[in-house]
């Protein structure tokens, strides 16, 4: 079957750095995505990686690997702000998104 | 980008009732979807909203419980029929407005329903 795994939770401190993990198992593979998602309001898209390496937009930047079906998020440099949930998507070979359950992450001061 | 507009933002309904969500675009796109989305869970996806067709439903929803229209390009209804607490949850559209594969998601602001 498909599936989508992330920690549900992880908590980090403002300024620091976080790494939040995603794991896919899909048939075929056509990118992986992620989503910003605070508390009562629409997903926003972050990223997306069809190809094998790292991608950076600012602070957040998103690594694909998938030979490991493996993801990660990071973000620098934490804001308050970020706290948030932060979904991981893949599409599978017939276009469809596979969604996570979600990594609640929670910055503190 | 999409900007997507969504009525109601919540309503409380009765049981055996049926709730109307309306999803409006700022512009033409192709692809739309109705997403359902539990308290603290993540997504899932009831139906991909096809203009001029009818809507291709996911495994576990049925068009009689969750009918959809889809009359032009910038718009969309879902309707949530004979309602039971089971159904109360955020209720989500959303398009793919871009071309080739990196099909980016805009969300509308969705609609929190909650059944009585």
């Known amino acids: 079957g498909q599936n989508i795994d992330q920690p549900t939770e992880m908590t980090a401190t403002e300024g620091a750095i976080v790494q939040i993990n995603c794991t896919y198992q899909?048939?075929?593979?056509?990118?992986l995505f992620w989503y910003q998602q605070h508390a009562g309001e629409a997903p926003t898209f972050l990223s997306y990686?069809?190809l094998d390496g790292l991608e950076e937009k600012g602070r957040f930047s998103s690594f694909l690997s998938r030979s490991k079906g493996y993801s990660y998020l990071l973000l620098k440099e934490l804001q308050m702000k970020d706290s948030a949930s932060y979904l991981c998507?893949?599409?599978?070979?017939?276009?469809?998104?596979?969604w996570g359950a979600g990594t609640k992450l929670i910055i503190k001061p | 980008s999409a900007v997507i507009s969504q009525k109601p933002s919540r309503d409380i309904c009765q049981r055996g009732t049926s709730l109307t969500i309306q999803c409006q675009v700022d512009?033409?796109?192709?692809?739309m979807f109705w997403y359902r989305q539990q308290p603290g869970q993540s997504l899932t996806l009831i139906a991909t909203?096809?203009?001029?067709?009818?809507?291709?439903?996911e495994s576990g929803f049925v068009i009689d419980k969750f009918p959809i229209s889809r009359p032009n390009l910038t718009f969309s209804t879902l309707t949530v029929s004979n309602m039971s607490p089971e159904d109360s949850s955020i209720y989500l559209c959303?398009?793919?407005?871009?071309?080739?594969?990196?099909?980016?998601?805009?969300f509308g602001p969705g609609t929190r329903l909650t059944v009585t």
């Open positions: 959303s398009v793919a407005p871009g071309q080739g594969f990196s099909y980016e998601q805009y």
């Open positions: 512009s033409q796109v192709t692809m």
């Open positions: 909203a096809n203009q001029g067709s009818e809507a291709t439903y």
């Open positions: 899909t048939s075929g593979f056509n990118g």
């Open positions: 990686n069809v």
């Open positions: 998507a893949a599409m599978d070979s017939n276009y469809q998104l596979i």
